[in-house]
């Protein structure tokens, strides 16, 4: 018979759960195919759904870790929101804001969830592993392949698209090939 699982742990796991729910209503700066803002728990759904999907191209890549990477990535935007990638710049802070965001988000989780989440988030951060650079490139193609089927204000800079990411994106043949694809689109949208 299993045993249930402790107390204390439950409660940490769903006080982050809990809080991790913000991510749905954290909107970013691009717009569904419907015309409203996208939010950015849609934005690491279809990230995670993306890395799925092309699962079998990704031959020696380790699939788990490269989902629970996409998953984790945009966690700690539940406490200070999105930075739309226009505005992005290398000294904006960001990445120590959204470290201390993590942190934050993660305190309930027990010590070994904890480290794990953080760990994750360190990892994508660094870029250090191939499945951290996977999960940079297909993060930027998501973005960019949203930015060209949403439904966008009529000043929406499309050609910020063709730019946006490529020393991400040019990290592997298979994020090439949807480069490429995701590119003719933004071009039928200009």
């Given at each position: 018979m299993t045993h249930p699982i402790d107390p204390d742990r439950l409660a940490g796991i769903l006080a982050f759960l809990q809080g991790a729910e913000r991510l749905k209503h954290t909107l970013?700066?691009?717009?569904?195919?419907?015309?409203r803002p996208e939010s950015t728990a849609e934005h690491s759904w279809r990230l995670a759904l993306m890395i799925a999907l092309f699962a079998?191209?990704?031959p020696g890549v380790d699939l788990e870790r490269?989902?629970?990477?996409?998953?984790v990535h945009d966690l700690g935007e539940a406490i200070s929101g999105d930075v739309p990638a226009t505005?992005?710049?290398?000294?904006?802070?960001?990445?120590a804001r959204e470290r201390a965001d993590m942190q934050t988000l993660c305190a309930p989780l027990p010590e070994d969830l904890r480290a794990q989440m953080l760990d994750l988030w360190e990892e994508y951060a660094a870029a250090a592993t191939p499945e951290a650079r996977l999960a940079?490139?297909?993060?930027k193609l998501e973005t960019i392949l949203q930015h060209?089927?949403?439904a966008n204000p009529a000043d929406f800079d499309y050609a910020f698209n063709l730019a946006y990411g490529t020393e991400r994106t040019d990290a592997h043949p298979l994020l090439r090939a949807i480069r490429e694809a995701a590119d003719r689109a933004t071009r039928a949208r200009m």
């Open positions: 970013r700066s691009g717009f569904t195919s419907g015309g079998r191209d990704l490269l989902l629970k990477l996409a998953l505005a992005q710049r290398a000294d904006d802070g960001r990445e940079k490139g297909f993060d060209a089927a949403g």
